[in-house]
């Protein structure tokens, strides 16, 4: 499934990790991990690298009384890593979880314990390179659904065969990534990836074959993108060396939360921000403007408590919102007006409207779109 050059690396980083503490016992020295705390108050963010990168603060789990299970639990999750990266084989977190009932004193009693520990030692191996997939860990979900004008290159785990799959040949349906995505190849002379919020929105562009028009690839995020989502996303659009566009609603989860993950990722998963996420990307959905631009005022919505908070939180708190004036100006420009309108608001003016209407103005116009 991975490449040798990938499994040794990994094998590599988790043999240096466990010598190291081999060594300091040997010594009768505590044994100590190191890892990057995981929040937006450790993070930078520079223009130029794209997106959050970690900061210098980090935690320090030391083997002693209080810690002797949570340590042994790591050294066990660990292990585990190297086994599957041995036997070229993958576990998710719900699998993880039951294989530590094999551990004696060390197992988890509850998934959320060994979820933790999982995330730590993502943490922990993000300093030496690696993501969670290539330790051998993946997601429950899969990374979204894609249509359109593109060949994506897989392996058949049972032969090795190379397959080939259209993504033009799915009918009324689509392409779904799946939660490992570093082997796939890609053919495709698109001009762009349309990435999009909803999942209702993408059937309708997919059932219309919009990429046909526009000759794109669509991708459904369904919300904030899983890390499969975002790494397929990058990988495709640097392979084809084509602009990532994000399509999301007016309001500012869509902003804050989706478009802002995609593009820049996550102060709780700075630690795998260089990998996961897509900096070429930029922002064409519905702005606050477009209420006024489309005469969307009937189809709009209160701004609700949560959502007034989560755009102060941004313009207060996040790096990405304070770098850019124009993302500034538009969530300012949103609370002033206090409303939010979804994509499906286009629907208004007639259920095609996005299609034949507002998207072919939009691309007209890419150097408007917000960064």
Known sequence: MAK?????????AIEK???KIYDDISKRKAPDLKMPIRSLKNVKYNKKVGFFELGKEVKKRTLSVNTVKTFA?????????KDLVDNDDFATKRDAYYQSKNWGDARFSEQTESDSVM??????FAL???????????PDQHGGSVAGELKVIDTDLESGERITIDCTKFGSGAYAVPSWVEHLEFKTKAKFILCIETQGMFQRLQS?????????????????PTRACRRFVRRLSESAKIPVYAFTDCDPYGIANIYRTLKVG???AAHINQFFCVPNASYMGLMPQDIEIYDLKKATHPLGDQDKKRAHDALKNDPFFQAHKPWRDALQTMLKMGVRAEQQALSLHGLNFVIE?????????PDKFLP
């Open 266 to 268: 996550s102060g709780n």
């Open 119 to 124: 995330d730590d030692i993502e943490a922990l």
């Open 73 to 81: 639990q790591t050294l066990q999750m660990m292990s585990l890593s």
């Open 17 to 19: 990790t466990a010598s």
């Open 4 to 12: 040798k050059s990938q499994n040794k690396k990994t094998i590599k």
């Open 208 to 224: 219309h074959k919009y990429w046909r028009k526009s000759n794109c690839i669509l991708v459904s995020m369904g919300g904030v």
């Open 128 to 138: 030496e390179g690696l993501t969670r997939e290539e330790l051998r860990f993946v």
């Open 357 to 365: 209407e507002y998207l072919p103005r939009k691309l007209k116009a």
